[in-house]
């Protein structure tokens, strides 16, 4: 009797994505951290920067969800608010870092004249430790949201851009690149068509773990005093805010640390089930 062999199909990017619950639950999470700081303040369920001097540190309750911070300000409205700051800010760290970070190592992998030059420029400024390069950037550009971006993105671009140069070394030498050369195409249509399109994994993977860690960075960079400006809202400007009222008022620093926390954890959490899903290795029939 003849029997039928049957052929597994490899998981697709959605059944490994969404394999691990770690990474569903992550995904969800961050999503709903997005969603509350843009969609509830717009529904004025909270006075958002009314100030009350009576109410001042008044407790997590009734009339205050999370508390009232020494101004009498509702945290739970100003937590909504600093993290739309929060979330820009890792954002725009992620998109001008991979951005840059495509540039250059692209230049770098494919022209050999130039990798020498570029790849000793990422060596020199990946040697500098993360926050103490973030610090100094800073502190020369100034404490606003666009500078303290514009720094941290200089801080992360050579992480982008040493793994873009590793996959270009690697993808410029296979046989349909050879092949576009041939046909004559342009060097700038082969670096983008041929070459960018089949290393935009890693890249993609990579601006998640960016973005985390700018918003952790931010956070500390704000409660050393040389982040955001004051006036501004952000977790790490809470944080930094209720740093003297820790004994007498913790849920000051509770709230935003733990939003920090899990946004950065997601993060991190979907970032890997990314790396899973966009590995090649995990689709080859087991």
């Keep these: ?37 843009y969609v509830l303040p ?27 911070d020494a101004f009498g300000r509702d945290v739970l409205g100003r937590l909504l608010v600093a993290g739309q700051t929060s979330l820009q800010i890792g954002l725009g760290v992620a998109i001008l870092s991979s951005s840059a970070g495509i540039v250059i190592g692209l230049v770098a992998g494919f022209f050999r004249r130039l990798d020498t030059p570029l790849s000793r420029l990422i060596d020199a400024m990946m040697a500098f430790p993360d926050i103490l390069l973030a610090l100094s950037l800073v502190a020369i550009f100034g404490g ?58 890693p890249i993609l993977v990579q601006a998640t773990f960016i973005f985390a860690y700018a918003m952790l960075a931010e956070a500390g960079l704000t409660f050393l005093g040389v982040g955001v400006d004051p006036s ?14 820790i004994d007498n008022a913790f849920f000051l620093i509770l709230f935003p640390g733990v939003a920090i926390a899990l946004s950065v954890l997601s993060l991190q959490l979907v970032g890997d089930g990314l790396r899973d899903a966009l590995d090649p290795k995990l689709n080859k029939e087991t």
């Design 1 to 37: 009797m003849a029997t039928v062999s049957q052929t597994h199909q490899p998981p697709g990017f959605r059944d490994v994505l969404f394999a691990r619950r770690s990474t569903v639950v992550a995904l969800v999470c961050f999503v709903v951290i997005v969603l509350a700081c």
């Design 42 to 68: 717009t529904l004025d369920l909270t006075a958002i920067g009314k100030m009350s001097v009576r109410n001042r540190l008044t407790p997590p309750g009734a009339d205050y969800f999370l508390g009232a």
């Design 144 to 201: 606003t949201v666009g500078n303290v971006i514009l720094a941290l993105s200089i801080v992360y671009t050579p992480r982008v851009a040493r793994i873009v140069r590793a996959s270009t070394l690697v993808v410029r030498e296979l046989p349909y690149v050879e092949a576009a050369r041939a046909l004559g195409s342009s060097t700038l249509t082969i670096m983008v068509t041929h070459v960018l399109r089949n290393i935009l994994s």
């Design 232 to 245: 501004t809202p952000t977790w790490g400007t809470m944080v930094n805010e209720g740093r003297q009222y």
